[in-house]
């Protein structure tokens, strides 16, 4: 327990001393009721001085009230005084830990700034940490203060898109950025922001919505992902692969069933611009499962009209030299 705490709770002990030493006094001794108990020290306590609520003329009983006061203005002073420092302590520690916290990230070099500590975020740090990555978080969630600093992770409480928050985590020189936001608005104005701060930082941007992709990446981003996407590819491999012992498990599913994928590169010649990936297929023995665009990988992608420079990821099935080629 702090000094502060022991002082604040020292004075309330004394301010029920100041009550108890009253109750013998004024209602064991003089027959007072207990609201004149209460009332008398209150007055007393707090320096109100209306007057005694009944004539104390013994010198035993003003022996009892001198007890009294003295005991009652040292607890009043005790709790005040032990609460203002409790507060100040609070204070001056979080404002020598914000200092002590910027001072750490700006000795940092090569560092990566996770901006956002949400689910995505959350699970984004542990890996990164545990591979022996420097990472500074930026969130607006003050509660990460305390929680980030038994981890011994850096945090800069702030809003990711002012420009003076991205500056204190050290994107000048940071390697790399990851805008994991649930926001697609926010996360294309941080992109913007981090990249018109830094031109050679790697920013890698969370897109929820397939459209938000691109204006990520004209916003400044490297790399674009989309967890929705992730994640409905990992579930359809585990309707497909329910069994992870079996030979169909997804380590070695492509050799037991003899099956190859190939990436391939559309030029701006090619037959397959303007066709969509069911359209392909329905004319060849092979599935297109992705099409990357602009680095941003897309695995839903039967409506999707291929474009010049897209590379599609396709999946067929080994028949010696007889593999079904494609006119590119």
Known sequence: MSRALRLFFIGIFLFILSYALAEIAYQKIDHWSWIDVVYMVVITVFGVGYGEVHPIESPEMKAWTIAIILTGCCSLFLMTGGFLQFLLQEQFKQIYSQKKMKDSIRKLKDHVIVVGHGRVGTLLVEDLVTAGKEVVIVDIKTDLVSECEKEGIPVIIGDATDEKILLEAGISQASAIAVALPNDALNVFITLSARDLSEKIEIIARGEKP?????????????????????????????????????????????????????????????????????????????????????????????????????????????????PAISI
Not at 270 to 277: C, D, F, H, V
Not at 286 to 299: A, M, P, Q, W, Y
Not at 301 to 319: C, G, H, N, P, Y
């Open 211 to 323: 459209q938000t992709a691109k204006k990520l990446k004209q916003a400044g981003a490297d790399h674009v992902v989309m967890p929705a996407n992730s994640g409905a590819e990992k579930i359809a491999r585990m309707i497909l692969f329910p069994d992870p012992d079996s030979k169909d498990n997804p380590k070695n599913w492509q050799s037991e069933w003899k099956l190859e994928t190939e990436q391939i590169t559309i030029d701006s010649t090619s037959k397959l611009i303007g066709k969509t990936p069911t359209e392909i297929e329905s004319e060849a023995s092979f599935l297109i499962v992705s099409v990357n665009r602009d680095g941003t990988e897309h695995c839903e992608v039967e409506k999707m009209f291929l474009q010049a420079k897209d590379v599609i990821t396709k999946l067929s099935r080994k028949r010696g030299d007889q593999i």
